[in-house]
């Protein structure tokens, strides 16, 4: 799965993923889609139309366990129901901005109408609106990339231990900007 939109997902993730029958999910923020740096909708249409998954990431990319309960509801429910008109498809998953979710968050996703969300940590065993997920950046380099994706690291991702890893994440996508 991809967060974003970047266009790097048609260009490089599109090509291998296809040739290996493989499809994905795309996470949007609807409020950026067609931007600079961001797949447009006709974009977005072709990747649905081979079978890949077009998924929230909300509206605006909001923190969502920072927001007041309305802007919750509103940023669930618009980029959820835009996504349906553009693609004329249903919209059933959304990947929480920043992988931040809390009670409240997970409660308003399921009664607006997601059936699988995805976060980065933090997640509930058997708990589809806390499906679990390593995120991987395109500057943490070969050796984050394996720690994050090796046994060890997803068995730490689960313990009091996920602080310093992730820690240790922003602390070298910090030394190494995009």
Known sequence: S???????????????????????????????????????????????????????????????????????????????????????????SIAYPYGEWDERVRAAAGRTGYTAACTTGGARRGDALCWPRVGIDGRDGLVVTRLKTSRLGRSLRGTPLRALFDRAGRIVRRVRPR
Do not use: K
């Open 2 to 92: 991809f967060d974003d939109g970047d266009p790097s997902v048609l260009e490089h993730a599109y090509p291998v993923m296809s040739e290996l029958g493989v499809p994905g999910t795309v996470f949007v923020a609807t409020g950026t889609v067609g931007a600079p740096g961001v797949l447009g909708w006709d974009e977005l249409r072709l990747l649905a139309n081979v079978g890949w998954e077009i998924g929230s990431h909300t509206v605006t990319h909001a923190c969502l366990t920072e927001v007041d309960d309305g802007a919750l509801n509103e940023e669930l429910r618009a980029s959820r129901e835009l996504i349906e008109a553009q693609l004329d498809t249903q919209c059933l």
